[in-house]
């Protein structure tokens, strides 16, 4: 990453985009305190993260949904939720994430790895609202998801946005979610940011020159 200057406006869907290997999931690491950063700084609602550890970040209210979903799959789906619990106070599973997904509901006994892509990615998504964040960061939450799933994981981000002000940054690589679920988008680029703006203004020029392989 080089000179990286990213705003996530409060209340947005920001979309970060770009090729494979620009720099997406680090940048998501470094925001999260997952990766070390050699120099600059991550803001979040005007406190400093550099010398915060990953764990005080989520109990700031920042929920991370990471690339290829990395739930415990040994442990029930029950038993995944409730380990973030661990940076709450309260300590039951707000019910909320029921309502948002009636499957995990139905699979609370049933262990993690037993489940299909499309619900372990709802797990995933689960685990990270049980923190009740204020900031929802997801890596590529629909690679390898059926198309129906892809369907409610995009209605489930636009009324978490939309009704529950959950402030939403989003890596995609599907244009068409995209353009979906987002207010606002950023492109990387060999590590850097080469463009930004509403959703609207994200042109076939801009895609042509820095996301068609």
């Known amino acids: 990453l080089w000179d990286v200057g990213l705003t996530v406006p409060a209340g947005s869907c920001t979309c970060l985009m770009g090729r494979n290997g ?71 599973i707000p019910e909320q994430i029921f309502e948002l997904f009636p499957v995990l509901k139905q699979m609370l006994k049933r262990r993690g790895g037993d489940l299909s892509g499309g619900q372990q990615q709802q797990l995933a998504i689960g685990r990270a609202l049980v923190l009740e964040p204020k900031l929802l960061i997801l890596d590529e939450p629909t690679e390898g998801i059926q198309p129906n799933i892809v369907q409610e994981i995009g209605d ?33 680029d060999k590590g850097r940011i080469v ?16 996301l068609t392989v």
Do not use: W
Request: proline share 2%; net charge positive.
């Open 22 to 92: 620009m720099g997406k999931t680090t940048l998501l690491k470094c925001i999260m305190g997952l990766l070390p950063t050699a120099s600059g700084d991550v803001t979040y609602d005007g406190q400093s993260l550099r010398h915060v550890g990953a764990e005080r970040r989520a109990g700031l209210g920042i929920g991370y949904v990471p690339q290829g979903r990395e739930i415990f799959s040994q442990l029930t789906v029950e038993e995944n939720l409730r380990i973030g619990l661990s940076v709450r106070k309260q300590k039951r």
């Open 156 to 188: 489930i981000l636009l009324r978490l946005n939309r009704e529950r002000a959950v402030t939403v940054l989003l890596v995609e690589q599907k244009l068409p979610f995209a353009r979906r679920v987002a207010s606002d988008f950023r492109i990387i």
């Open 195 to 210: 463009a930004s703006g509403a959703i609207d203004a994200l042109t076939d020029g801009l895609v042509k020159q820095h």
